[in-house]
């Protein structure tokens, strides 16, 4: 074999090494720490370090991958969600008075600002080779939203049965009205930065690398997903065993379709935003 082949051969050998090596410390934090820390000792500290750890190794994979980020559905205006939605998190749960070590100015908040202002930092010198940005992206993540929504929809009735009975349509309107907009950034921030490049950008990539069929790829991620959602399983049963699979198939179908988690993670925002909402307005007319 020519040495400059094997070499080839063996510098891109090592490249996907550390990417699954990012991936696996991924899914270390989402299904070991949060899915079966918050299940079998819930404690403040788990999901902090989860969403601490993740937004780094998230940047860490972005950065290694800056060339080939459209291969993991990341493109122009993933990239901005991804580097400007968290930090916008941590703000509004400021503003709003959550009592949470994300909340700005707390430690764990400025560690996020940095990992988001070292990953700009970082991608600046390549940015030649970063996906430019294309209205198409706008698009999509529009159409997400409406995914999203009518997702939020569909699941109304199963939520139902999770969600405190008795409130008046008045009360749920006057609650929610004021926060859509903000509570749409700050779970895009909170859930979607956290799980969207995992399961529908950086996991569906890597297997596509492999060999691996679309179609067993987007049943594996929903599998997954659901077991990083495995917390649920006591407390909210019907999330585990409906809402939650339900959505992750819808999710992977989205970024099949669409080839950006700008999609997926304005889909994630939308069904996040509204569910509560949406199950609340299905308990009072089905009371």
Known sequence: MDISLETTLQNTRMHQIVSWSLIIGLFILRILLLGFGEWLFPTPWVDNVY????????????????????????????????????????????????????????????????????????????????????????????????VGIGTAILLAVPTSFQVVKGLSISTIWSTEKGVLLPNFIEVIGYAGVAEEPLFRGFLWGMLRKAGWKELWIWVFQAALFVLGHIYYLTKFPISFFVIVPVAALILGLLVWKARTISATMAAHGAIDTLGYMMGTLAAYYLK
């Open 51 to 146: 969403q601490v750890g993740t937004y780094l190794l998230t940047a860490v994979f972005l950065w290694w991958e800056c060339k080939n980020l459209p291969d993991f559905h990341v493109d122009a205006l993933a990239l901005w969600i991804i580097v400007l939605f968290e930090p916008a998190m941590t703000l509004i749960w400021r503003i709003w008075n959550v009592h949470s070590p994300l909340a700005f100015p707390n430690t764990s908040a400025k560690l996020i600002w940095l990992i988001a202002s070292g990953l700009a930092i970082a991608l600046w010198p390549g940015r030649k080779s970063l996906p430019r940005f294309k209205w198409k992206s706008l698009g999509w993540f529009g159409i997400g939203t409406l």
